[in-house]
């Protein structure tokens, strides 16, 4: 048992397959960051592009998790970030596609992309209680 760096506590699991011989999970004296009440998306696909600076926060839903309803335009790039203008500190695009998938570590990883999807509201649900963090997009 450890920790992801947001301090959320992960385990391994047996397939009951497989023999191991030793599993190492790296642990954290404490979180690598502490998430706020909020996080913020900016980027070109937002209504306020990527000079945004307000009117565009995540409300916390819970711990580690948050969602926001938001007008996004097709084909275009975006990022999430723990406030406006914090960049060093991005989440971005690890795995999976347009509506879901999964965070690169922290402070990496290229923009999150809407293409493929048509422009319009969307419902946008962040998690970070497993590995780097996830996301799903829903139309409303």
Known sequence: ?????????????????????????????????????????????????WGASSGQDFTKTGEGHYEIIIDLNADSEYLLLPDYGQWGDKWAYGSGDALSGTFDVQGSGSNLFTSGIEAGSYKIAVDFTSGNGSYQLSKQ
């Open 1 to 49: 048992v450890g920790s992801n760096s947001y301090g959320f506590v992960q385990s391994t699991e047996w397939d009951g397959q497989t023999n191991p011989v030793q599993v190492n999970v790296g642990a954290f004296d404490g979180p690598a960051f502490t998430l706020g009440d909020k996080i913020v998306i900016v980027g070109a696909a937002s209504p306020g592009d």
